[in-house]
């Protein structure tokens, strides 16, 4: 538990760096369940042409995460100048990290970034937080459900907002209960026994209410592992709070696709046109200077 020290995140707890990367623990001393620590790394452009940043939450179905949605992303962001920050949240697979830890992991992430704006040369409010998949779900629960839960208001860090300015989401998981949409290992593995008792309640498309931060997302229409429904019902509740929402629909793809960089497949030739989007949409929302 967090001890009541006061303290600078970014001075303390270095846990790998090089060149490009500097990864910290979020907390000095790990509030919950803490069979796995998690951390932030900062992905710093050597060039700027925004004073934006982007919180990044990679998938992996709350079981795991996936590299090429943490790091692939951040490295793509970093190439069209902006600042990015890839969260290892807790998960099930290193020990029994339930809701809310996952939760609590994301708000730190967003505190922590919004803290340390000025060091990083950008405006805390232009945050926008990143997810695929599960990752996905993650990033929409953190824009969408505002309770109070355990462990917060331990420090400075933490009179931030944690609410993010804006979402990015890869083929979210966002439904949680509901026969042919939801992804039930994702619910399962973030509420275990409870499964049933919290999924509705931590389905964004069923909380999003008026304010919710405005929204990019994209998914394949064949994706076999998260049904687009999860996407087109989160938008459309969007649309009906009045938050601005862009939504872009491939064919064809299967799942996890990230950067679709993947210059054999002729699929994801076309699926990977979704990051010009994303570069013309954070442009068109004032986030980045083309």
């Known amino acids: 538990m967090y001890n009541g020290t006061d303290y600078e995140m970014f001075q303390i707890n270095p846990i790998k760096e090089d060149i490009k990367l500097k990864e ?66 807790r998960t099930v697979s290193a020990g029994p990290h339930r809701f809310p830890l996952p939760l609590l992991d994301a708000r730190r992430a967003v505190r922590t970034v919004r803290y340390n704006a000025e060091k990083y040369g950008i405006d805390k409010n232009k945050i926008a937080i990143m997810g695929s998949s599960a990752g996905g779900h993650l990033a929409a629960l953190t824009s969408t459900y505002y309770k109070p839960i355990d462990f917060e208001g331990v420090d400075e860090i933490d009179k931030e907002d944690f609410i993010p300015n804006a979402q990015i989401l890869c083929y979210p998981v966002i439904s949680l209960l509901g026969k042919g949409i939801a992804h039930l290992g994702s619910g399962r593995n973030l509420l275990g026994d409870r499964h049933a008792e919290l999924g509705e309640e931590l389905s964004p498309d069923l909380i999003a209410e008026p304010g919710t931060p405005q929204a990019f997302i994209w998914h394949t229409s064949a994706d076999p592992g998260v049904p687009v429904f999860n996407s ?23 799942h996890g696709l990230g950067l679709a960089n993947r210059s054999d497949d002729p699929d994801c030739r076309h699926v990977s046109l979704w990051t010009d989007s994303l570069l013309k949409w954070l442009a068109y929302i004032g986030y980045l200077t083309v």
Not at 27 to 36: L, R, S
Not at 51 to 71: F, M, N, S, T
Request: glycine residues 12%; proline residues 6%; hydrophobic residues 35%.
């Open 24 to 89: 910290y623990n979020l907390w000095e001393q790990t509030p919950g369940d803490c069979y796995e620590i998690p951390t932030i790394a900062e992905y710093i452009p050597e060039e700027k042409k925004s004073d934006a940043a982007v919180v990044i939450l990679p998938g992996g179905g709350y079981w795991g995460k996936a590299e090429h949605e943490g790091r692939g992303y951040s490295e793509f962001l970093n190439a069209a100048g902006i600042c990015a920050f890839v969260v290892q949240y």
């Open 232 to 254: 087109l019902n989160y938008a459309s509740r969007l649309h009906a709070v009045g938050t601005d929402v862009e939504l872009h629909l491939y064919p064809r793809g299967g």
